[in-house]
């Protein structure tokens, strides 16, 4: 009787395989919810680190553009509404050769850039140093003569540095936008040091060196030794490549066109290199490189709203164009078909 009582062992059987069943079925939920734990702290340490590394780049970034642009103490106050962040906005750059050897105040490097905030495209127009420039209320000269000049003239009546290189920004400012006709708000100079300075940052740049290019000058300590083909140049040999003239016995040469046309190139690779998902963790280190070797006469805050409206900018939304002309000793004369595109290109950017 005993053991009638006890249930059929097919049933027991059959208890027994369902009670692990439903033993089990709970600890999935467990283990999902374990795994959906891990992976949210993973996700949350990896925002942490990206807010602290922007924060450091933010705080970085700041220190290096109140260094390159005028103090917003300083500086009068631009309306939004008036900002780079609304309207389009005309840019003059520099480029001096300031090494301890070098070509002192002459700007070898001459660009005007235009930067449209609807579109975050840009156009910018080399002008070879030699050109001659010839405008109203200005005595007609090489085009890299004139901040030198303005700058001299001013330290000559006793103004400290600073303004002196205000007023040779302010003339080049002036002569450019009566050559284009355009307003250009602002003007900036970078010295050579910082061009290298920004090439390494990123890494390098990958360009075509079109020629053989070797040439010495024990004078200004210049070494220049590149071979033709692709190549990832650092930062002195992209400023070779750049700024190559002729090698010493007179064969290789390059004009101020090529020359144009290597910068336009060196700038967009550094461009796409900074847009690229590796580069985005450089921007850092290149303002500050930037901000060692750079000076603006544009408000810091100004500065800012640049780099936040145009800061997916590539290559392939800025238009380059070289000055094309003629070389007739000592100087370079605009074609005037080349000046005439140069000048539709940056007004319609400009919006007039």
Do not use: C
């Amino acid at each position: 009787m005993s053991q009638t009582s006890l249930p059929p062992r097919s049933e027991s059987r059959g208890q027994t395989k369902q009670q692990p069943t439903k033993e089990h079925k709970p600890k999935k939920p467990k283990k999902r919810r374990r795994a959906l734990a891990v992976f949210m702290g993973v996700v949350a340490g990896f925002l942490i680190l990206v807010a602290a590394v922007l924060g450091y780049l933010v705080l970085k970034t700041t220190d290096a553009i109140d260094t390159i642009g005028i103090s917003d103490n300083e500086a009068e106050e631009v309306p939004v509404a008036e900002s780079v962040k609304e309207k389009p906005v005309a840019i003059v750059l520099m480029g001096l050769d300031s090494r301890s050897h070098g070509g002192g105040l002459n700007t070898d490097v001459m660009m005007v850039a235009a930067f449209d905030p609807v579109t975050k495209k840009a156009t910018v127009v080399s002008i070879p140093r030699d050109t001659y420039i010839d405008v109203e209320g200005y005595r007609g000269r090489k085009a890299n003569s004139f901040y030198a000049d303005f700058y001299v003239d001013a330290k000559n009546k006793g103004s400290e540095t600073e303004e002196a290189q205000a007023e040779g920004k302010k003339a080049v400012r002036d002569v450019m936008g009566k050559l284009f006709g355009i307003d250009i708000k602002y003007a900036g100079t970078i010295n050579f040091q910082g061009f290298s300075d920004v090439v390494n940052a990123v890494g390098g740049v990958k360009v075509n060196v079109d020629m053989r290019m070797k040439y010495t000058d024990s004078q200004d300590g210049t070494v220049i030794d590149l071979q033709p083909g692709l190549k990832l140049l650092k930062g002195e040999d992209a400023l070779d490549f750049v700024r190559y003239r002729k090698s010493n016995d007179g064969r290789n040469m390059s004009s101020d066109f090529d020359r144009g046309r290597r910068q336009s190139e060196v700038i967009g690779a550094i461009v796409d290199k900074l847009t690229s998902l590796g580069g985005a963790t450089k921007v850092g280190s290149v303002i500050e490189a930037v901000g060692d070797n750079m000076r603006m006469d544009m408000p810091s805050k100004e500065i800012k709203r640049m780099l936040e409206t145009y800061y997916t900018v590539r290559s392939d939304d800025i238009t380059f164009i070289s000055l094309e002309g003629a070389w007739k000793s000592p100087y370079v004369y605009a074609d005037e078909t080349s000046l005439a595109n140069a000048r539709a290109a940056l007004q319609e950017k400009m919006g007039e």
